[in-house]
């Protein structure tokens, strides 16, 4: 066996030395970058996908912003500027005659203030049909103004002739007047 003269061992060195600069100083760099590079494009293409998502969710949005356009609208129809509740008192009459239903005891109560409106309690007594009465709650709901009906008593009659007591207590609000 030949030992390799010395410029053949020069050689193969500057080989080596020339292939591990390279590995370290292009390659390696390079490969780190690609990596950075595929990191930063999937984080690309996950936020392109959650964006596309948003985006086909907008229609629905837009349509809940209208809805909810449209309640506030009516909930300011609701609730009026100002106490006027005398009419509505009488509503309640009219609708209850109407029905069929007697003995009719309509009795507001004393004014509180619940944050932004002010709430008048109102006691309502009446005796009936079955049907009558369930009318009179539908009635309610086609009203101008927000009721909220916070109990409902229902009881026989003493002589038990098919006629219902009904107590409810209902609230009703107005806004101050600016």
Same mark, same amino acid.
């Given at each position: 066996m030949q030992v390799p003269e010395k410029q053949q061992l020069v050689i193969v060195s500057v080989i080596i030395i020339m292939l591990t600069g390279f590995t370290f100083f292009q390659y390696l760099p390079v490969k780190s970058r690609a990596g950075i590079v595929r990191q930063k494009r999937d984080m690309l293409l996950n936020s392109n996908l959650a964006m596309t998502l948003r985006i086909q969710q907008l229609p629905v949005l837009y349509k809940q912003i209208e809805d909810m356009r449209k309640k506030v609208e009516n909930?300011?129809?609701e609730i009026p500027r100002g106490r006027a509740h005398?009419?509505?008192?009488?509503?309640i009459a009219d609708v209850m005659s109407r029905l069929g239903l007697t003995e009719?005891?309509?009795?507001?109560g004393l004014e509180y203030?619940?944050?932004?409106?002010?709430? *008048?309690? *109102?006691? *309502?007594?009446?005796?009936?049909k079955f049907?009558?009465?369930?009318?009179?709650?539908k009635e309610f709901e086609k009203f101008d103004r927000l009721i909220q009906i916070e109990q409902v008593n229902l009881s026989n009659t003493s002589d038990y002739n098919g006629s219902l007591l009904m107590r409810a207590k209902v609230n009703i609000y107005y806004r101050r007047q600016e």
């Open positions: 909930y300011d129809l005398g009419l509505f008192l009488q509503q009719q005891r309509i009795t507001p203030d619940s944050g932004k409106l002010i709430c *008048i309690p *109102i006691d *309502i007594q009446c005796r009936g049907d009558a009465m369930f009318s009179l709650f």
